[in-house]
């Protein structure tokens, strides 16, 4: 696993982005109390959250520019929809630290846009 983490490959950055979103994602869910609404929110949220990360992860490994374009647009609208659910809980007033899902926001919205441009240029790139 260190020798797969020393290499360096194209899109490290962003993966490890994805994946540090995930984790922040997942570290605020204990917060949400037991009522049966917050939990179905956390389901989702733990859902898509982590989604976007293994498409992306499932986009690195592509048989073709075309499956590419199409991994990296799912992975998108995954990170898509883990927004929609942290828009929700913010107000829901189901999470106290208002500027840990202010920051969970930003970077969702910072990892939307770098996808869309990623499907983007590669959808443009002759080859």
Same mark, same amino acid.
């Given at each position: 696993?260190?020798s797969?983490r ?5 899109g ?10 995930a ?5 605020? %869910?204990? *917060?949400l109390?037991?009522?049966w609404?917050? #939990?179905?929110?956390?389901?989702? !949220?733990? /859902?898509?959250a982590t989604?976007g990360?293994?498409n992306?992860?499932e986009a690195?490994g ?5 499956d ?10 995954e990170?898509?929809e883990?927004h929609?659910?942290?828009r %929700?809980a *913010? ?6 630290? #208002?500027q840990?899902?202010?920051? !969970?926001? /930003?970077e969702?919205?910072?990892?939307i ?5 990623s ?9």
């Amino acid at each position: 696993m260190e020798s797969e983490r020393a290499e360096s490959r194209k899109g490290d950055d962003i993966a490890e982005r994805l994946e540090g979103f995930a984790v922040a994602v997942l570290q605020s %869910l204990p *917060r949400l109390e037991g009522f049966w609404a917050s #939990r179905h929110l956390a389901r989702q !949220l733990v /859902r898509c959250a982590t989604g976007g990360g293994s498409n992306y992860e499932e986009a690195r490994g592509a048989e073709s520019r075309a499956d590419f374009v199409h991994k990296v647009s799912i992975a998108g609208k995954e990170l898509r929809e883990a927004h929609y659910w942290l828009r %929700l809980a *913010r107000r829901a007033n189901y999470l106290d630290e #208002r500027q840990e899902i202010e920051r !969970l926001l /930003r970077e969702a919205t910072e990892l939307i846009a770098i996808l869309t441009a990623s499907a983007r240029t590669a959808k443009a790139t002759p080859g």
